[in-house]
C-alpha cells in the first residue's frame, strides 16, 4: 500500500535535495541541486527523489517505520523522513547509549549541522514515512557476488553428481 501512493506523496524540494546531497556526499557525487533544478521548486515526488538517488549511486527504499525500526535502520545507514509537514531530515545515526534521541541534520535549522532530537519530539512531526539508504555495490562488490553464486551452483551440481554415483553403486551392490 506504501508504494502505491509512492508517486503522489510529495515533498519539499528546499528540504528534499539537500538531504539527498547530505546522504550521497561521500559518494562525490555533484549536487542533487544542480542534478534536479532549484531548491526552491515548490515539490518533487518520493519517486523522483529515489529516481535522483539512483543516479548518484545510492537505492532509497520507501518504509513504513515505527521508533524502533527507525533504531534500527539509522544504525545501518542514514535514514531520510517525510516530516507531516512535507518537509525531509535525514536521521544520520541513534545514539546507542540513549535510545529516545537520534542525531539528525534538518536543511531547514542551523544549516543542516547535525543535533539530538528526542523521540517524543520527533513523533509528534512524523508519521512514519521514511526512505532507507542502501548503497550500491561497486562493480568489484557484484563481480565477487556473481562468482561466489557461480561457485555455490558448481558445488551443488558436484554434491548432487556424488550423491548419485554413490546410490549407483550402493544399489548395485
Not at 4 to 22: I, N, W, Y
Not at 49 to 55: A, D, N, Q
Not at 58 to 71: A, C, E, V
Request: some cysteine; hydrophobic content about 45%; charged content about 20%.
Amino acid at each position: 500500500m506504501f508504494r502505491s501512493k509512492l508517486a503522489a506523496r510529495t515533498v519539499s524540494g528546499e528540504t528534499a535535495l539537500p538531504c539527498l546531497d547530505h546522504v550521497s556526499e561521500p559518494q562525490g557525487f555533484e549536487s542533487a541541486i544542480s542534478e534536479g533544478g532549484s531548491p526552491n521548486e515548490h515539490a518533487i515526488s518520493l519517486g523522483q527523489l529515489i529516481v535522483l538517488g539512483r543516479k548518484r549511486g545510492i537505492k532509497l527504499r520507501p518504509r513504513s517505520l515505527n521508533w524502533t525500526r527507525l533504531l534500527i535502520a539509522s544504525a545501518i545507514a542514514p535514514v531520510l523522513l517525510r516530516l507531516n509537514n512535507g518537509n525531509m531530515i535525514v536521521i544520520l545515526r541513534n545514539k546507542e547509549a540513549d535510545p529516545t534521541q537520534v542525531v539528525v541534520s534538518d536543511p531547514l535549522y542551523e544549516d543542516g549541522e547535525p543535533f539530538l532530537l528526542p523521540q517524543d519530539t520527533l513523533e509528534q512531526a512524523w508519521a512514519g514515512e521514511a526512505l532507507t539508504v542502501e548503497p550500491r555495490q561497486s562493480k568489484a562488490e557484484r563481480a565477487v557476488t556473481l562468482l561466489i553464486w557461480v561457485l555455490s551452483v558448481c558445488g551443488l551440481i558436484a554434491g548432487a553428481f556424488f550423491l548419485v554415483e554413490t546410490f549407483r553403486e550402493f544399489i548395485g551392490n
